[in-house]
């Protein structure tokens, strides 16, 4: 059997959660018997890698001159403006690899639509990744830059539009989380990204708290700079000796600078995010935007951390066994006085890390998402 891959951005090219993604597809894909062939988009003079699990690749290159007629045709068209980022001949790739296919899986469709045309006649998953709507409906009410709210308030309307568009004719409709699955087209099942779950890591471990994500991602920008800004202070002046290690790909200026002082490090891009959070005592996510699954939390419970999490984000985290073992915290001395306590309490973050690896075992296996995905596939098949 054959499948094609359909990704606005090709695996290994970056470190986001649409990337990701697509690499659990190809694990699944393959352990279910397809043969695929990946589409996806890459900059100029960006190195393609070589994927496991991929038959082929059709890379689409991301025409940057398009951008500015793109971000008109899209702006006239009631299309995403951010669908004019991915100006590139999708269309033609996805036909040169329908070829004798027998299944499609889209990975973000709505950022696509405007570049795909008709899509092959073929049993379609859909996978939305995130609420893309209501990640834009957060940002246009809560971003503290006013032009960002102005923004996003045009661009949630249009993409809830090419969210239903993108239903159309698939049989099976995915997303990271419940919470996302309830704000996209009716039917939408959720699949977690999970985590590769390693050998755990020591239960006690030195003053060190850790924040980690795609550091140019604005909700991941805004959580560090408040970190760094708002909490830490607060933290060091109860902790002296506290360590605060960020890392990620993709670290701005404003964030690099900050390393070298107050007990801060700054890792980007980090080679092994396992081995970096088996060293943190606490990791910590003041994250206040954003939809989909938060990674970061189920890679810190995988490495044993004890963790503290803003309301949200740990509501997100949350399956169908519960609310994860985070401790919560909305306010900056809320976040301050519990990364405080489990660094004063190394036994306390311990049983919590503890709690917390326990917890993905059973809810956030990788393996478990594979399986889900397989089962996507088959029902798309018609395949009891």
Not at 96 to 110: K, M, T
Not at 168 to 189: E, F, I, Q, Y
Not at 237 to 244: F, G, K, T
Not at 290 to 304: H, Q
Request: glycine share 10%; proline share 7%.
């Amino acid at each position: 059997m054959k499948a094609i891959l359909l990704v606005p951005r090709l695996p290994g090219t970056g470190f986001t959660g649409d990337r990701l993604r697509a690499e659990i597809h190809l694990e699944a894909l393959a352990q279910a018997g397809y043969e695929t062939a990946v589409v996806g988009g890459v900059d100029g003079g960006e190195e393609i890698l070589r994927m496991d699990n991929a038959a082929a690749v059709h890379a689409v290159r991301l025409d940057r001159f398009r951008f500015p007629a793109s971000l008109v045709r899209a702006g006239m068209t009631g299309q995403p403006l951010q669908s004019a980022l991915f100006s590139g001949s999708f269309g033609l790739a996805l036909r040169e690899a329908a070829r004798n296919a027998d299944l499609l899986v889209c990975v973000l469709l709505p950022r696509l639509l405007a570049h795909v045309g008709r899509l092959p006649a073929l049993p379609r998953v859909v996978d939305y990744v995130d609420a893309l709507s209501e990640a834009a409906r957060q940002a246009a009410q809560s971003d503290p830059a006013p032009w960002r709210r102005a923004y996003w308030a045009v661009e949630a309307p249009r993409l809830a539009r090419a969210e239903e568009r993108a239903a159309l004719g698939a049989a099976v409709l995915l997303a990271t989380t419940p919470a996302d699955a309830a704000k996209l087209p009716p039917g939408t099942r959720a699949v977690a990204n999970g985590v590769v779950l390693l050998p755990a890591g020591a239960a006690v471990r030195g003053p060190v708290v850790a924040f980690t994500g795609r550091l140019m991602y604005r909700p991941n920008r805004l959580a560090a700079r408040r970190l760094l800004e708002d909490i830490w202070p607060r933290v060091r002046r109860e902790v002296p000796d506290a360590r605060l290690l960020l890392g990620g790909a993709d670290a701005p200026h404003e964030i690099r600078a900050a390393g070298g002082r107050d007990g801060v490090e700054v890792v980007s891009p980090v080679p092994d995010m396992a081995a970096f959070l088996r060293a943190a005592r606490v990791v910590v996510a003041p994250v206040d935007l954003g939809t989909g699954t938060p990674n970061k939390i189920f890679e810190a419970f995988e490495a044993g951390a004890a963790v503290v999490a803003s309301s949200g984000a740990a509501l997100r985290a949350a399956s169908s066994g519960g609310l994860p073992p985070a401790r919560t915290a909305d306010t900056d001395d809320e976040f301050a006085r519990a990364i405080a306590d489990y660094l004063g309490d190394p036994e306390g973050a311990a049983r919590d890390g503890a709690r917390g690896r326990a917890f993905v075992e059973v809810h956030a296996d990788r393996r478990t998402s594979v399986a889900g995905f397989v089962a996507a596939y088959r029902a798309a098949m018609g395949i009891p």
